[in-house]
């Protein structure tokens, strides 16, 4: 069994900084892509940013320039850093991660965290 759990959301002003961590744990051989996603009330699940085990990373129109997604591989964890926020990244942010067990090496499953709330005040 794998599990992923995120920490780091809040309440933060418009402009502010916030930063996501989301550590995988269980019985993992290693992990293929991991990602941030969030869902606004109303609104679909939308991607955020995402980045493979290599460093290769991709970001939605909306946050790139003011989010930074990273990954420390040693440690099976992604982090989101957030800047210059903005009322409209109000959202649940979701950690996503693309797990390779211990006892089934030639898939993957697909994980997501519990989701962590995001407000940003204006």
């Known amino acids: 069994q794998v599990q992923l759990v995120e920490s780091g959301g809040g309440l933060v002003q418009a402009g502010g900084s916030l930063g996501l961590s989301c550590a995988a744990s269980?019985?993992?051989?290693?992990?293929?892509?991991m990602g941030w996603y969030r869902q606004a009330p109303g609104k679909q699940r939308e991607l955020v940013a995402a980045?493979?085990?290599?460093?290769?990373?991709n970001y939605a129109d909306s946050v790139k320039g003011r989010f930074t997604i990273s990954r420390d591989n040693a440690k099976n964890t992604v982090y989101l850093q957030m800047n210059s926020l903005k009322p409209e990244d109000t959202a649940v942010y979701y950690c996503?991660?693309?797990?390779?067990?211990?006892?089934?090496?030639?898939?993957?499953?697909?994980?997501w965290g519990q989701g962590t709330l995001v407000t940003v005040s204006s």
């Open positions: 996503n991660a693309q797990i390779v067990v211990v006892t089934a090496k030639s898939t993957y499953l697909e994980v």
């Open positions: 269980g019985s993992i051989f290693s992990i293929n892509a």
């Open positions: 980045i493979t085990s290599g460093g290769y990373t």
